[in-house]
């Protein structure tokens, strides 16, 4: 679950200290450090009106989105909008369990049109460079049929008489940030999956060091009104995704799949996954950045390694049995000729006077006997 604090903010300092205020929906001000501060808003007074005036019908559109976020928000997702520019919104998606992007934060800044919902509102990824999604560009382009950025189906695009805001947030959560990203990529699907299986896995490989390429810039450079959540946030889940990184590069789950154990269920953990050696060169220098960055942001790390190992990779007795079945020749049974390369084998030995009696190199050697193997050889 994700943190609950109070954001950092000349409003509201003072609350910092009190964790259990963090709301999912909340009213604030300053939009300032917003991507679509100077741009979505009117240049005339009366253009802007349809925010301004509480008569109009995107204002009250607005509000009734407000009342829906306020109300609906899932635990993973928060929202903050402004008293100043009903325009603006900005939320935080919490990466899901089970995906490339657990534990990490997703932000986006929103902007309703001035005639919404006729059409969808904006949407700009905070990506920081990172295109950690075939959905999520790293220029902050967001490509979804809901906001009508990507084609799909009329059921599938926005709806001015249905579609709202939460839908857009849980979609990108849900549909985008999903346990398999590369499936995203239009046609992957078309002659079945099994066959991109391994593309897929090194698209999501990538796409956990991206994201976390971005934990490092978040943690210096928070939205104004998320600064208190990201700190507490990366406080709390700091552990899990180190450890995660222990384990990816060890190869004891798949990417997206690892989940905290209980005390005690550490030891013993068994190889599993071939794991690429280019991915484990990156995780490791991931992990000594990420290290650095939690330990500034005061996490506590401890029972942690500075440095990522990777140990030798530990084989179950099961495992012992199937690589012992694969490597031990079965008996021959009476009067089995044996494989084409045995009876070639045999043969060469006969010829050579390598036989299983048969001394080498040793002075006194029987030339007779060696002699009567290349005849029986030839007779064969």
Same mark, same amino acid.
């Given at each position: ?19 259990? @205020?963090?709301?999912? =929906? ?14 979505? *808003?009117? %240049? ?12 109009? +019908? ?8 407000? #009342?829906? @976020? ?57 990506? =920081? !460079? ?13 490509? @979804?049929? *809901? ?6 189906? %009329? ?13 857009? *947030? ?8 999903? &346990? %398999?990203? =590369? ?7 078309? =002659?079945?999956?099994?066959? @991109?299986?391994?593309? $897929? ?26 600064? $208190?959540?990201? $700190? ?6 700091? !552990?899990?995704?180190?450890? $995660? ?6 190869? *004891? ?30 995780? &490791? %220098? ?19 390694? &500075? ?13 012992? +049995?199937?690589?012992?079945? #694969? ?6 049974? +009476? ?6 390369? !045995? ?21 006194? !050697? ?15």
């Amino acid at each position: 679950m994700a943190p609950s604090l109070t954001p950092k903010t000349p409003e509201n300092d003072a609350a910092e200290s009190q964790p259990d @205020l963090f709301k999912r =929906f909340d009213v604030v001000s300053d939009p300032s450090d917003h991507h679509f501060y100077s741009s979505n *808003l009117p %240049k005339n007074t009366a253009g802007q009106g349809c925010f301004t005036s509480g008569g109009s +019908k995107v204002h009250k559109k607005i509000m009734q989105e407000w #009342k829906i @976020l306020e109300k609906h928000l899932p635990d993973s997702i928060y929202v903050r909008v402004y008293d100043t520019r009903i325009d603006l919104l900005q939320a935080v998606i919490v990466g899901a369990a089970g995906t490339p992007y657990h534990d990490a934060l997703f932000f986006f800044d929103i902007a309703f049109p001035t005639d919404y919902p006729t059409r969808p509102p904006q949407v700009y990824y905070h990506s =920081f !460079g990172n295109r950690v999604n075939p959905n999520l560009y790293a220029s902050g382009y967001v490509c @979804l049929s *809901l906001l009508n950025t990507w084609s799909g189906s %009329k059921a599938q695009k926005w709806d001015p008489s249905q579609s709202t805001i939460l839908q857009v *947030l849980v979609s990108i959560q849900g549909l985008v940030l999903n &346990e %398999k990203p =590369f499936f995203n990529e239009p046609g992957t699907g078309i =002659f079945g999956r099994g066959w @991109l299986e391994n593309t $897929a896995q090194a698209y999501g490989e990538n796409a956990f060091l991206l994201t976390h390429k971005t934990t490092h810039i978040l943690l210096r450079r928070p939205p104004k009104h998320f600064r $208190a959540f990201v $700190a507490e946030h990366f406080r709390q889940r700091a !552990g899990a995704i180190l450890r $995660a990184c222990i384990a990816y590069a060890n190869g *004891l789950v798949a990417v997206g799949e690892y989940k905290e154990k209980e005390e005690g269920q550490q030891n013993g953990a068994v190889s599993v996954i071939k794991v690429r050696q280019s991915f484990r060169e990156a995780l &490791e %220098k991931l992990y000594v950045e990420l290290y650095k960055d939690f330990k500034w942001n005061g996490d506590s790390l401890v029972g942690l390694p &500075e440095l990522l190992k990777v140990e030798v990779a530990k084989t179950t007795p099961s495992a012992l +049995k199937v690589e012992a079945a #694969k490597t031990t020749p079965s008996p021959r049974k +009476k009067g089995s000729s044996g494989s084409i390369v !045995g009876r070639v084998f045999r043969k060469l030995t006969k010829v050579l006077g390598l036989g299983p009696k048969t001394k080498i190199g040793k002075k006194g !050697g029987s030339e007779s006997k060696r002699k009567a193997g290349v005849a029986a050889a030839a007779a064969d």
